[in-house]
């Protein structure tokens, strides 16, 4: 019925009355000469209806002969309304451009997205597919995605695999980036020393000649499994030695921080906005020049409506100063500071090993903050060393 | 000169049609009424309006007359020999023309 009604719509109908006469005579007159007539009723002694233009126009002799008097009651459609609006040449101009923006924009490419890489960029895939010609505004009918995809891959050694799809206004490159896999060389003859000073708990020796014992103390350095072993008949031969040693160990830490310090602030001295629609740039003010030592910073705001990207960015460029500012931080926050600093040294020198003790000691004056923290803990020393290398 | 009345010729037709299992719609003198529920009636074969009003309509169907009956009743649409009719239908009646 939707559809009915937009066929009515873009032939354009007249609803009309018509009164007095015969009313049955009149609509079998109407449907003997083929004239569609719909929504009809009757009330107050006349009669009311629909029916299209050239039907209308038929009806009038149809009404006579039944001594009707027929009166037009209203136009609906769209050739009635391209009437009213028809000395608007500019509203017909402007349509006629929407028509031709639409048609024109919608065989372009409005936006390219780039989905599956992790290790490779962004930027270095889009900037080898724009070495084939893929970029914002390009017709899409230029392109051949398979053969794009081909160029682009030879430049790109570390995807595995990828492909351009054209959907819509958008393009999506997807990419499959190559697995690295670490190839450990278990073949090389090494030696397990000892990573740092501390007395053995535990030593268990998978491969290779087992040269120290639970309860000893060791140094650093300390040979702990040896990659050559004695053969039977004297000769020896060499292996890849492979053991786990846990030590008793001791660590100590410490962080001084002054109060004062001098770091660089950056303050933004100038921005400049840049309008861009498709490959179309429009500066909105003048663009800055970066002078000794100031940075220019460029970022894009790129539109989009729903998930989609729109064709329409807004690109802000900033100028950037640098200036020199010495700051005096409080008592918290250079507790804060230092505190921190110890966290990330302790989780860097003692990862995956067992604090048994530890002891922290913070030294607050008038000029710096130190923290010292000492203790012991369990950890595994065991360190790979190729025979004949470092 | 010698003529078949024109009654006969639908008669030997339609007995043609019912032995060749034809459907009722495409035989001469059939009507096809269909009813949806109580609020709209779509009447095919339809030679003529006999009455019309917003409480009664008779539809002439050659052999038959067709008396609907009820409230707000409105033809939606009539063309090709077709009335699709809206409305609370009450009755119906059938009658010989």
């Not at chain 1, 931080?329 to 966290?343: E, K, T």
């Not at chain 1, 989780?347 to 003790?357: E, H, I, N, P, R």
Request: glycine share 8%.
């Amino acid at each position: 019925m939707l559809l009915i009604h937009f066929l009515r719509f873009l032939r354009g109908y007249v609803c009309f009355r018509a009164a007095e006469g015969f009313p049955e005579r009149f609509l079998n007159l109407c449907a003997a000469k083929g004239i569609a007539v719909w929504d009809v009723g009757f009330t107050d002694g006349s009669l009311f209806g629909c029916t299209d233009i050239a039907g209308y126009k038929a009806m009038r002799d149809c009404a006579k002969r039944s001594g009707m008097v027929l009166r037009l009651q209203k136009k609906h459609g769209l050739p009635f309304f391209l009437h009213r609006y028809r000395r608007r040449v500019g509203l017909l101009i402007g349509f006629v451009l929407f028509l031709a923006g639409l048609w024109a924009l919608s065989g372009m490419v409005w936006s390219i997205e780039v989905q599956g890489n992790a290790r490779v960029s962004t930027e270095v895939i889009l900037a080898a597919f724009e070495e084939q010609g893929l970029k914002p505004g390009v017709p899409r009918r230029a392109l051949n995605p398979v053969k794009m995809s081909e160029e682009a891959g030879k430049s790109l050694p570390d995807l595995s695999w990828l492909a351009l799809n054209l959907r819509g206004s958008s393009a999506v490159i997807e990419v499959r980036e190559i697995m690295q896999m670490e190839q450990a060389q278990e073949d090389a003859p090494q030696n397990i020393v000892a990573a740092k000073a501390g007395q053995l708990e535990i030593v268990e020796v998978y491969r290779g000649a087992a040269l120290a014992k639970p309860g000893q103390a060791v140094l650093q350095g300390a040979l702990l499994a040896s990659g050559i072993v004695e053969n039977k008949d004297g000769s020896a031969r060499l292996v890849h030695a492979q053991a786990y040693a846990v030590a008793r160990t001791q660590f100590s830490f410490a962080v001084q921080l002054p109060r004062t310090h001098t770091a660089a602030q950056v303050k933004i001295k100038k921005s400049h906005l840049t309008l861009r629609f498709l490959w179309f740039k429009i500066p909105l003010g003048k663009r800055p020049k970066p002078a000794q030592g100031e940075l220019l910073l460029v970022s894009e705001r790129v539109w989009n409506a729903g998930e989609r990207l729109l064709p329409l960015a807004l690109e802000r460029c900033a100028l950037l100063s640098f200036v020199e500012e010495t700051t005096r931080v409080s008592d918290h926050q250079l507790r804060l500071q230092a505190a921190r600093q110890l966290f990330v040294q302790f989780c860097a020198a003692l990862s995956g090993a067992q604090v048994l003790t530890q002891q922290t000691e913070t030294h607050l004056d008038s000029a710096a903050c130190a923290i010292t923290q000492n203790g012991a803990a369990l950890e595994n020393i065991g360190l790979a060393q190729e025979i004949g290398g470092k | 000169m010698n003529t078949k009345p024109r009654g006969s010729v639908r008669q030997t037709a339609r007995q043609l049609g019912e032995a060749l299992d034809l459907p009722g719609e495409v035989l001469p003198g059939f009507s096809h009424l269909e009813l949806l529920g109580n609020r709209q009636a779509i009447v095919d074969g339809v030679k003529g309006v006999i009455a019309y009003s917003d409480s009664c309509v008779r539809l002439n169907l050659g052999e038959l007359v067709v008396s609907l009956e009820g409230a707000a009743l409105c033809i939606r649409s009539y063309q090709m020999e077709q009335v699709i009719l809206s409305g609370v239908i009450a009755a119906l009646h059938f009658a010989n023309s």
